[in-house]
């Protein structure tokens, strides 16, 4: 996506992940931000499962660990910001199963903790990542782990 800022009219480019409300998170190696107006991404494939994430990278990291395997239907809540999570409880307890991938910070735990007293429906599925800030992150490092055990040291002979 590429936008303009009006006061130096210079061109910027970033990913877009557009919201329901018709508003996109926007992201570059610089910038994060949003335009208007802000709200969440909810992708309904008619599911019982849901699968609620705060930001696009970790819905976009969650599709990529499970690409490969076989999953059962799941609709999908980005929040775009934790600041719509209990606006956006009655989306969720429309389904059977709750899955929570909210970030390891104290923001996070908060709202992860306020879900599990409310509903057994509620599953906090963020022990995949624990010790890591978010589930992004957790597949940076992961894969970062992986090649370095692959990396063996050369050996030099010198003749």
Do not use: C
């Amino acid at each position: 996506m590429k936008f303009t800022n009006g006061s130096n009219n210079k061109t910027y480019v970033a990913i877009g992940f557009k919201n329901n409300a018709g508003g996109y998170e926007l992201r570059n190696e610089y910038f994060k931000g949003s335009s208007s107006p802000k709200h969440i991404t909810y992708l309904d494939n008619s599911a019982d499962k849901v699968a609620v994430f705060e930001g696009f990278f970790d819905f976009i990291s969650y599709q990529t660990v499970h690409q490969n395997q076989q999953q059962e239907v799941t609709n999908f809540l980005v929040l775009n910001s934790l600041s719509f999570f209990e606006r956006s409880l009655l989306l969720m307890e429309k389904h059977q199963s709750i899955h929570l991938n909210l970030d390891q910070d104290e923001a996070g735990r908060k709202n992860t903790k306020l879900a599990l007293k409310r509903s057994a429906h509620f599953k906090d599925d963020s022990k995949l990542y624990k010790g890591y800030k978010d589930l992004n992150n957790w597949l940076i490092n992961s894969g970062k782990l992986r090649m370095q055990k692959n990396v063996r040291p050369s050996i030099h002979r010198h003749l």
